[in-house]
């Protein structure tokens, strides 16, 4: 080989070699990658020791405190995802938790499932409100996710009536921001047609009237279910989260294209569990009260009086009974609290019928 041939194939074979500072740089990844295994190992039996004891924290506030220590480059987001899954993996250590949730896979109910619950737990999909709790008052999922109220459209009715026929209690929830996304396989000039849930459509309405009013809308019984059928459409789309769209092969046509900015959902958390006081936290009840004036305003001096602070008040007719209904309220407090003690002994001689339906830390609005 010539001089000048030896020289090219000398320089051409340092180009294909990383150089020596990048293959340093990934010694160090991947020590630091055993060292996580290794921790998160050591971090899941000290959980389990801890466990034994009964004086676990709280999997929440244990997340919210390592996130207030993170200085980046990781977002909260991504420090809250992962400790999530931690804790996720280390209470299916003990025992593994069934979770009942409106679907199909990636509806927002199932999102809501995951935000709270992690993925290391059988999260299940049914496929009404009602079979949530169905599931939940017969044994065969310990909790049940469930839409409760939306920034846009107010009060689930299908949910608040459930209380009033099964005996199942809240015991946490979960605020969700919504944000949703027009998928298809198409080109947004190409949509003919578009699916979701009524509550999905309600709150994008703005939005379709002024990008897509020549459309044609087509309600479904979950987003979830509007995205398979638009992955099977051409020219049709569906309004879902973006999970959804990844899961059924769909690409954003347009994207968060609800009219509300700080669109948000929450659900309730349902099972037999009874949270610790947490010193931040809200109490639900359901009354009835007799059909008579001046009920009404007997009931609401009580929460005065006790100066508990309501942030929810709403009422329903009670099935086959006209002019009658149901109360859902929410408080500041916890049960244990002696002023909400001392409300719901008030309110026993009040109402006709009254459950306390749980009391739960109160949670932050998540992504």
Known sequence: MGQRNWTMAKKKSSQTRPPAASKERQRTLNRLDRELVKLLNQRAKAYQQLDKT?????????ANSITATNKGPLTAQTIEAIFRELHSGCTHLRENIRVAFLGPVYSYSHIAAIKRFGQSHELVPV????????SVNRGQCQFGI??????????????????????????????????????????LAEIKEIYSKP???????????RHMPSSRLVEMTSTA??????????????????????????????????????????FAVIGDASPKRTGHDKTSLMFQISHQPGALADVMAIFKR????????????????PNEYLFFVEL???????????????LGKKTVRLDALGSYGISQAVQ
């Open 332 to 346: 500041e407090g916890h049960q244990n609290d002696a002023k909400v003690k001392r409300s719901l002994t008030s």
């Open 306 to 321: 006790n100066r508990l602070n309501l942030t929810w008040i709403e009422s329903f007719p009670m099935a086959g009974t």
């Open 199 to 209: 509550q999905a459509l309600s709150q994008c309405r703005g939005w379709l009237a």
């Open 54 to 62: 009964g004086e676990l924290a709280n999997g929440n506030t244990v």
């Open 127 to 134: 496929g009404t409100i009602a079979a949530v709790f169905e």
């Open 146 to 187: 469930v839409p409760i109220e939306n920034s846009t459209d107010g009060r689930v009715v299908d949910t608040l009536e459930m209380f009033a026929r099964l005996p199942v209690k809240i015991c946490g929830e979960v605020n969700l921001h919504i944000h949703h996304f027009l998928l298809s396989l198409s080109q």
């Open 225 to 266: 279910a509007a995205a398979q059928l638009a992955s099977e459409k051409p020219g049709a789309a569906a309004i879902a989260s973006l999970q959804a769209g990844i899961n059924y092969g769909l690409q954003p046509a347009a994207s968060n294209i609800e009219d509300n900015k700080n669109n948000i959902t929450r």
